[in-house]
């Protein structure tokens, strides 16, 4: 197998950070420094990183925005900013406790995650490629919860199927956990995000979304974070 797959298969980097890596010099392979790209290895292998790897990791940031309804997560879309345009000195809320903002740190900055465009709530975005992996990988075993306003009439087995027994595009969907939290609002607990997802299973039951915050994802929450503020995410912290 390659390298960067073992590498990044085992949480030790992303790809793109192993093939940085070894091009560098910084990956150890048994012991034995290793620097050739596309290099192929048994998958039992002893994989260790240079002290320079481990502090370039330590150095990248992953940053929590509560973003505001109207920006898109990833690339822009005519009209609209993207969310990573709100990142900046301007609104940092834990500009008195934490490191201070610079610049740099929106090199290689990307969402790890999407939040529609008419969706507000928790967006994470990072440098860290261990993160995005762990957040967005095939194999995420991250949940997400999510605060959702309804209008409409549930069929009557409609939470059952929220719950499980849905499909998009033809594809079972995974089970989830779907309560009503008062009248006209329910929470979402799920750990897949396939595009506008909530939205077409709500439609699938009579219901039509109104509104949908994103207030969890793993272990971290969004609490007190004012809508179009980040802050960084703390090292006592994870998901």
Same mark, same amino acid.
């Given at each position: 197998?390659?390298?960067?797959?073992?590498?990044?298969?085992?949480?030790? +980097?992303?790809?793109?950070?192993?093939?940085?890596?070894?091009?560098?010099?910084?990956?150890?392979?048994?012991?034995?420094?290793?620097?050739?790209? #596309?290099?192929?290895?048994?998958?039992?292998?002893?994989?260790?990183?240079?002290?320079?790897?481990?502090?370039?990791?330590?150095?990248?940031?992953?940053?929590?925005?509560?973003?505001?309804?109207?920006?898109?997560?990833?690339?822009?879309?005519?009209?609209?900013?993207?969310?990573?345009?709100?990142?900046?000195?301007?609104?940092?809320?834990?500009?008195?406790?934490?490191?201070?903002?610079?610049?740099?740190?929106?090199?290689?900055?990307?969402?790890? #995650?999407?939040?529609?465009?008419?969706?507000?709530?928790?967006?994470?975005?990072?440098?860290?490629?261990?993160?995005?992996?762990?957040?967005?990988?095939?194999?995420?075993?991250?949940?997400?919860?999510?605060?959702?306003?309804?209008? #409409?009439?549930?069929?009557?087995?409609?939470?059952?199927?929220?719950?499980?027994?849905?499909?998009?595009?033809?594809?079972?969907?995974?089970?989830?956990?779907?309560?009503?939290?008062?009248?006209?609002?329910?929470?979402?607990?799920?750990?897949?995000?396939?595009?506008?997802?909530?939205?077409?299973? +709500?439609?699938?039951?009579?219901?039509?979304?109104?509104?949908?915050?994103?207030?969890?994802?793993?272990?971290?929450?969004?609490?007190?974070?004012?809508?179009?503020?980040?802050?960084?995410?703390?090292?006592?912290?994870?998901?």
């Amino acid at each position: 197998m390659r390298l960067s797959k073992i590498m990044a298969e085992r949480g030790i +980097c992303s790809r793109r950070e192993a093939d940085e890596f070894i091009e560098r010099g910084w990956v150890f392979v048994d012991g034995k420094r290793v620097s050739e790209l #596309g290099i192929r290895v048994e998958p039992e292998v002893r994989i260790d990183l240079a002290p320079e790897a481990s502090r370039a990791q330590r150095q990248r940031v992953t940053i929590l925005l509560h973003k505001p309804v109207g920006y898109v997560s990833g690339q822009p879309e005519p009209g609209y900013a993207p969310a990573v345009s709100l990142i900046g000195a301007a609104n940092q809320f834990d500009r008195d406790i934490a490191q201070r903002f610079h610049p740099s740190q929106l090199k290689n900055l990307a969402p790890a #995650g999407r939040l529609d465009i008419d969706s507000t709530g928790l967006l994470v975005l990072t440098q860290d490629g261990r993160i995005a992996r762990q957040l967005i990988g095939d194999d995420s075993r991250v949940d997400k919860e999510y605060l959702v306003r309804v209008e #409409g009439r549930l069929q009557a087995d409609g939470l059952a199927l929220l719950n499980h027994g849905l499909e998009l595009d033809g594809v079972r969907l995974r089970p989830a956990k779907v309560e009503w939290i008062n009248d006209d609002q329910l929470r979402f607990q799920l750990r897949e995000g396939r595009k506008r997802q909530i939205r077409r299973m +709500c439609e699938l039951v009579g219901l039509k979304v109104v509104g949908l915050k994103r207030v969890r994802i793993g272990k971290v929450k969004l609490g007190d974070l004012p809508l179009g503020q980040w802050r960084y995410l703390r090292e006592d912290e994870s998901f």
